[in-house]
């Protein structure tokens, strides 16, 4: 470790001088007069570090530089100005009268403390002159070599060569955690790059067996990764990382999810075509009409689960038909007389396989792997007895698996009678159901970030 210390210092007395410390400079914003040989480089975006003594010990401050002004006081002058004009330069004063000074933010600074560097601030504004060298992988793993185990890096600095260190805590406590979550968030137009980022943090992440993750996945991108299927030029290779980290993973699909809230189903079945058959538009009837049928049946012991037999159907049928219930969505008497008829001509058959069933497939509870909401979160948070390690779990919301597990729903043949015909499984599934199971999940997440911090625990999960 000692050597580790010396090393330093030599590294930066051999590295690349850039400029010194100028003035006016402050604790958060550093001047940076550029030296002439530096002149010419590429300065903006590049890593600086610098050595300065604070409270008797040696600190190092590294930062990026920000910008760079070029000034030049007799190019300002109006006799200089008008010769300039005519001359296009003055030899004397053009170029040679130059001085650049850049910004340069401090991002992290340590103090060396024996034979190694801890955390510091940068309590005070070393004096001007101080060195200012460019800081290059060796310099960087030098100082951060009391950190190696928990580095992880991204990229390199933006345009340029040395790798950008970076720390990925996970929410926990324990000398890895941060003891407090981070929200991220990746923005950028269209190919920029967000997919392949998130991944990468992801795989940060993935290196804590206690941190549960979990990824909703609209578009199924994330599964097909981890299905071993990259997409995309950047063939990032999720699996082997994964399966080296030794994270196990799970990728489920809208199949694999049983549905479990009366108000849910109310809610999908207003955006079927339902309603839309019987002539009810989309609409506060509309709406009045599913939540009521949804209480009905729940009053009637219906339960979820079996919402898509023949038999409840028959009793949702007969409710739909009574004129008490009709008066709840349509209270006046064209408008119910209108609806009766629309109902009394409908096939009943027809709606059932057509309609009824793609809806409350989602809720079945027979289905072959198939879980409800609130199990799968428990599998996600809770933490496997021995080893303490959760799960990177993907949910592909994807509307290409909605079809694969269903066959499209519109094409699907109608067939009357048998009403238990497993291997006929019809769902409905676009993007506002999507939404609403997001919405599911993320309320099953909420409530168990509730119980758990009034027990003082952290979920210590990334969504
Ligand atoms: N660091 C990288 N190096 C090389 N190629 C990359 C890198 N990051 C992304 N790519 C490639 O660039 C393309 C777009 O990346 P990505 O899908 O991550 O962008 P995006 O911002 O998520 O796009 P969208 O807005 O369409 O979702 C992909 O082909 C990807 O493989
Ligand atoms: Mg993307």
Redo the contacts with the bound molecule.
Sequence with gaps: MLEQAADIDRLIDEAERIGVVGSPSSTSELALDVLASAADKKLVGEFGLFRFRQDGKNHYALGQITEVKLRNVWHEDPTMRSLIRQRGRVDAVSERQDTHQGEMTVSAVFARDGSNYRPSILGTVPATGTPICLVDDRVLDALLAPYRNQLFYL?RVYGSTPKLPLWFKHFGHGPDGAGEAYHLGIF??????????AKMILLAYARYPQMAMLVLDPQGEFAKDLRGEPT???RLPMNDVLRRLGKPTKVLSVRDLVLDRWELFAQILYESPFFEQLSVPKGENRELACQTLADRLRRAKVHLRDLHTRDAFDKAWQLLGEEQIQKVFYRSESSRARFQSMYEEADPDQFYNAYWRPVTWLFREDRKDAQKVDSLLYQLLVPKEKEGTRPLMVIDLSEEQARKASGDVSSLPLFGGNADVQDQPTMLWNETIQALVVKRLLEGIRSAAEAAYKESRSLNTVV
């Design positions: 990229g950028g137009k269209t190919g920029s790059g967000k997919s392949v980022l995309g030029e950047f």
